[in-house]
């Protein structure tokens, strides 16, 4: 076979293969739903100072504790800023909480798992280590970090990163302890491969698809995680707007104004009902053997 014949072979299976791939999304309803939650999150996050919007941290007693009303769609807290401003802007906090805790801890997972799985002798000490972390409540060990590094948006997202390593740890070590037996593994050792290619271009190619949908999951479980310490008063500073600050201030006054934590919560249940969905809906997607079904 000429180099240009197998290079059309090779983009001819590449574009069927993003073809099937995309079909695949479009016939899940799990991911489309999932993904137009978020997008609608993401852009409200990321068009919030045009969306009709007051600076969240604006106060203005006369109008405290205010109904939603054609002035103040969400109603007014007890100082008296807006509610439906403050919602919107806390949009911007979650996201970037879920997402750099995801990215963070699936990253670092990837390689501990990687070489854990792959080595055998070191494999025993690290899920140790592992094994002692996972054995402390993620919000407690949380609460103690931010304890120990004070609280602001970087040591948050540090602080639930930290206990969401584990989980992706132990996903990737048990999907390569299945993959090192393989004949073609052994076939590839035998050639020569050294270790870090080998798990480059034989290994990592299969962790990918479920180190994905662990990552939504990460996702969703760092955005309630930051929103509890908030609402604890162990997270954000009072004075940034996130969804756990907003309903932990407004706790005081449910009875009288339940709109305080109405709004919020609301966003946040949707928030984690997209990412929850859509990594349902890449599971069904990306595993082979759930893929036959659509």
Avoid at 165 to 186: A, C, D, K, N, S
């Amino acid at each position: 076979m000429t180099p240009k014949l197998d290079n059309r072979v090779s983009d001819a299976r590449n574009s069927g293969t993003r073809r099937s791939f995309l079909y695949l999304i479009h016939r899940n309803m799990s991911v489309s739903l999932g993904a137009g939650l978020l997008i609608f999150i993401g852009l409200t996050a990321l068009f919030a100072p045009l969306l009709f919007t007051v600076d969240p941290t604006t106060l203005n007693p006369i109008a405290r504790l205010r109904a939603p009303s054609r002035e103040v769609w969400f109603g007014s807290d007890m100082y008296g800023r807006d509610i439906y401003s403050r919602t919107v802007y806390g949009c911007q906090v979650s996201l970037m909480v879920g997402l750099s805790v995801a990215t963070l801890s699936v990253g670092i997972g990837l390689v501990i798992g990687l070489v854990a799985g792959y080595l055998r002798w070191l494999d025993a000490i690290v899920m140790r280590i592992m094994d002692g972390i996972m054995a402390i409540p993620g919000i407690l060990l949380a609460i103690a970090l931010l304890a120990l590094a004070g609280a602001s948006l970087g040591t948050v997202i540090l602080a639930i990163t930290v206990p969401e390593i584990p989980r992706v740890v132990r996903l990737v070590r048990g999907v390569v302890l299945g993959i090192r037996e393989e004949p073609y593994i052994e076939a590839a050792i035998s050639l020569g491969t050294r270790t870090p290619k080998l798990l480059v271009r034989h290994v990592l190619p299969n962790i990918v698809a479920p180190l994905i949908v662990q990552g939504t999951y990460v996702c969703a479980s760092a955005i309630i995680l930051e929103a509890i310490l908030s609402f604890l008063g162990a997270g954000i500073p009072p004075e940034t707007p996130s969804w756990g600050n907003i309903m932990a201030e407004g706790r005081t006054y449910f009875q009288i104004a339940p709109w305080i934590i109405f709004f919020p919560g609301l966003y946040l249940a949707i928030t984690v009902l997209g990412v929850n969905v859509l990594g349902d809906g890449l599971r069904d997607t990306l595993d082979p053997r759930l893929a036959r079904r659509f």
